[in-house]
């Protein structure tokens, strides 16, 4: 193996991890890179270990693929294997892995969740881009092509992600990629020959081709650094286009914030948002209130073409938030959370939010819906919130909407489907002549399961008599079925038709009762209408009908005349009282997963030592010292003989015992009673050695001479030297022409080490005598 092709092997590594690396944007852990560095590890030395036993490029590759999936099916299908070898249920176990990948990335946006599906897949691909650039800069020794399969690694990420790229991230695999190139261009110019000169030519060949070579790697840096500066500063001129992306998932952010999952990333989409069903835990809490409330996320006033939007709200904005109503019209609780996983900026509270703790994380409010943003994720914060207290005559009572946080988007309607809402809210209206009154009618009468069906199913897009989809709100009006997302919009629609602001809120429901806490699972994901009423703000309504949704407020409840609060302790009473006490309410089956929080390095690392990982790895190590057993030995007793040799004499029979021992193990045997010099004839023979190497082996043997016959003294440090390099050379030559089974069995099966361990039990009888 010449010491470039382990130079490019190594580069080739680097620059598929180069390549790879931004693909952590895309999701909220990293802990699948560890185990992509492995695979890349593993392609790279299965590569360096292939080509120095053959020089089939079609069988180095074959090894690679085969050991490589092996490998990874058994990290994460082994359970499926019969005495090591994988089964028809490995497959399946394979396909459920990618049946899982393929399912987030369409239900999420960046950057998305991790599973086992999402870290298998994204293994499977790194593996193939690092065989694919192995094979083409190290076993082809062409590093240009290797530049196509990693410009493919790094576009899944440039068309997936929510933003544009962070400059690094291109810089690093180009700058490999073009080192790639210069090692194998200088290679392949150094071995062109010069023309053939006169026997006395004045002309120094040796600096001419010094001379050739550093104008070639000169201009060769030139055009490469061109090339890069093009390509950074064309982005910067050509206007951009509208992103395609792979699937429907990855990258589906509204504003490329990347906040969480589909539901909390500023877009909700009404044909494809807050349906999963996910049961992991999202944060834990207790609260001072006996009824508990939704916790919300955050809340938007702006609706384009089926999609809910945090951007784009038009209108002026105030610049704080309206003052809360007076204290005898509401009572203020504290929520305490914990084991938070929703990613910044947002956190999880109850509507309206007072006042809120969290130890060195900057936090805001915003002016027109008082969402809670923070400067980083956090894992427990205290939130003090306002529990209104209406009742149904005080909002029946309410005067006209009059408000800065009441904005042209609280009472847009969209034009497609304007005439079809306003017939649809003036039927269920009628005869209702105050706001309170006509929301319960449109609460009530979307809430009616003989009329609505909930479903996470919304069957086929219909389609108009021209073709064109149907705008979401009039498709649920024809099929009647949808959840959250779908009846809170109809409710909101309705609302806006008959003059009474409504927006939409994201959030979660109170989630369950757990050893004295309460649990939200991401399951618990919900979507609610809250409506204005004057001098109470934004309240809720509860439209959801069925066990899936939360329970109407009091207020929205007819001939209810009792205040929002069912009791509890207020901020001002003792907090002596337990938090599990509180009546539970029903939660959701149905919705969005949030993203979990960032891991740090630490638990990035620890998660990947897991015991099942930790016996893998154990098991390989045993495996590849079972079969590199014989090699090592061999190694570390030459390398011994080479350190204990104390004269030039001893070190120059150490390597000439180096060379017969390794001829040997390829075939050619030195027979017993021959001189040396016949010996070395019969190696140049059988060993078909070119002119070159011939003259080589002439050169060791007049070494070896030297050395038993001379005086002591006259044996220099130089001729060691050359006799060392004459003698690699001499291996390779003959390696070269013996078949790939000799040179696998003189690789894995040296005479030397193998005599080693067959020696031992004698030569420890011998020592214990």
């Not at 070898?85 to 396909?95: D, I, K």
């Not at 083409?136 to 399969?149: D, K």
């Not at 990347?258 to 500023?266: A, K, T």
């Not at 001893?650 to 000439?656: G, M, N, P, R, V």
Request: proline share 7%.
């Amino acid at each position: 193996m010449t010491r470039r092709r382990w130079r490019i092997t190594v580069l080739a590594a680097l620059a598929t991890l180069g390549a790879v690396y931004p693909i952590t944007s895309l999701f909220v852990e990293t802990t699948w890179l560890p185990q992509a560095v492995f695979v890349i590890a593993l392609v790279a030395g299965l590569g360096l270990v292939g080509r120095g036993l053959t020089r089939s490029r079609v069988l180095v590759v074959l090894a690679q693929v085969l050991v490589t999936a092996y490998v990874i099916l058994a990290r994460w299908t082994g359970e499926t294997f019969v005495l090591l070898v994988p089964t028809p249920a490995t497959l399946e176990a394979a396909n459920s892995l990618a049946l899982q990948a393929l399912d987030t990335i369409n239900r999420y946006s960046a950057p998305a969740p991790l599973n086992d599906g999402v870290t298998f897949c994204l293994v499977v691909a790194v593996a193939l881009v690092a065989i694919a650039v192995d094979a083409m800069a190290a076993t082809w020794r062409s590093p240009a092509a290797a530049g196509l399969p990693l410009l493919t690694a790094y576009l899944i990420t440039a068309a997936n992600g929510e933003a544009a790229l962070a400059l690094r991230f291109f810089l690093v695999p180009v700058g490999l990629w073009l080192v790639m190139l210069h090692t194998t261009a200088r290679a392949q110019f150094g071995r062109w020959g010069t023309a053939s000169a006169a026997e006395h030519s004045e002309i120094d060949e040796a600096a001419h081709d010094r001379d050739a070579l550093r104008s070639f790697t000169a201009g060769a840096l030139k055009l490469g650094a061109a090339g890069v500066v093009i390509a950074l500063l064309v982005p910067a001129v050509v206007p951009h286009f509208p992103p395609r992306y792979l699937t429907e998932g990855l990258g589906r952010t509204g504003d490329g914030g990347g906040e969480g999952s589909v539901g909390f990333n500023d877009t909700l989409d009404l044909s494809r948002s807050l349906n999963n069903q996910d049961q992991s835990p999202v944060l834990t809490y207790t609260t001072t209130a006996f009824t508990r409330a939704p916790l919300r996320v955050l809340a938007t006033s702006y609706y384009s073409r089926g999609e809910w939007s945090v951007v784009g709200a038009t209108g002026a904005r105030p610049e704080s938030p309206t003052p809360l109503p007076p204290q005898d019209k509401r009572r203020d609780y504290v929520i305490t959370v914990s084991d938070n996983t929703l990613a910044a900026p947002r956190i999880a509270a109850p509507y309206p939010v007072v006042a809120v703790a969290m130890e060195g994380t900057p936090w805001t409010i915003d002016p027109v819906t008082r969402d809670v943003r923070v400067g980083r994720a956090v894992s427990s914060y205290r939130v003090t919130y306002a529990d209104l207290a209406p009742t149904p005559p005080q909002l029946r009572e309410a005067g006209p909407p009059d408000s800065p946080d009441i904005t042209e988007d609280d009472l847009n309607v969209p034009e497609r489907s304007r005439d079809l809402v306003q017939r649809w809210s003036d039927e269920v209206t009628r005869g209702k002549d105050n706001a309170l009154d006509k929301a319960i009618a449109i609460q009530n009468h979307l809430r009616d399961t003989s009329r609505y069906t909930y479903s996470l199913d919304l069957g086929e897009q219909l389609r108009d008599s021209e073709g064109r989809p149907l705008e979401p709100i009039q498709s649920f009006y024809q099929t009647r079925r949808g959840y959250c997302v779908q009846f809170a919009t109809a409710m909101i629609m309705m609302a806006r038709a008959q003059g009474i602001p409504a927006r939409m809120a994201i959030g979660f429901l109170p989630g369950q009762l757990s050893d004295e806490h309460y649990v939200v699972r991401a399951s618990d994901a919900h979507a609610w209408p809250e409506l204005y009423f004057q001098g109470y703000g934004w309240l809720r309504f509860e439209p959801t009908p069925g066990a899936r949704a939360g329970t109407p407020p009091p207020y929205a409840v007819v001939g209810s005349d009792s205040g929002a609060t069912g009791g509890g302790r207020e901020v001002s009473e003792s907090a002596s009282r337990s938090a599990s006490s509180a009546v539970p309410t029903t939660s959701t089956q149905a919705t969005a997963a949030p993203v979990q929080q960032q891991r740090g390095l630490l638990d990035t690392i620890g998660a990947a030592f897991t015991v099942r990982n930790l016996l893998l790895l154990v098991a390989v190590l045993v495996g590849l010292l079972a079969a590199f057993a014989m090699p090592i030995t061999a190694w570390l007793l030459r390398l011994r003989r080479r350190r204990a040799a104390v004269t030039q004499q001893q070190l120059i029979e150490a390597e000439w015992d180096d060379l017969t021992s390794h001829l040997g193990d390829l075939g050619i045997e030195a027979p017993e009673g021959v001189t040396l010099r016949q010996l070395r004839e019969r190696y140049v023979t059988d060993g078909h050695l070119d002119e070159e190497n011939a003259t080589a082996m002439r050169r060791v043997t007049a070494t070896l001479e030297k050395s038993r016959y001379d005086r002591p003294e006259r044996t220099t440090p130089q001729e060691a030297v050359r006799l060392h390099d004459d003698i690699r050379s001499i291996r390779r030559q003959v390696g070269r022409t013996r078949a790939w089974q000799a040179r696998a069995r003189s690789f894995f099966w040296p005479a030397v080490g193998v005599s080693f361990w067959r020696s031992l039990p004698e030569r420890l009888l011998a020592r214990r005598r």
